[in-house]
């Protein structure tokens, strides 16, 4: 279940819902008047979502070269790599 608090409990109880966030990794969602305003998470979650969305990115390139026929069979790159690394 999402933590939502006010505007006022962000500004008020800044430490708690800092606690709150590094210790469970989830965002708190702020409101303002009401109605969802922000969403509030630690640095260490922002950057583990944002390196997720990069990995599926990159993911979804190898898919798109899979269905686009862009591959070379495994032989033939380990055979390339084998050369480039010949002293």
């Not at 608090?5 to 708190?28: G, K, M, Q, W």
């Not at 599926?56 to 084998?82: F, I």
């Amino acid at each position: 279940m999402p933590k939502i608090r006010s505007s006022a409990d962000l500004r008020n109880n800044y430490n708690d819902i800092s606690t709150f966030c590094h210790t469970y990794a989830e965002p708190v969602f702020i409101t303002k008047n009401g109605k969802g305003d922000l969403a509030v998470m630690s640095i260490e979650t922002y950057e583990e979502m944002v390196g997720r969305f990069e990995l599926y990115g990159k993911l979804q390139e190898g898919l798109d070269d899979v269905a686009a026929g862009r591959t070379r069979p495994w032989a033939e790159v380990k055979a390339e790599l084998a050369k480039r690394w010949e002293v």
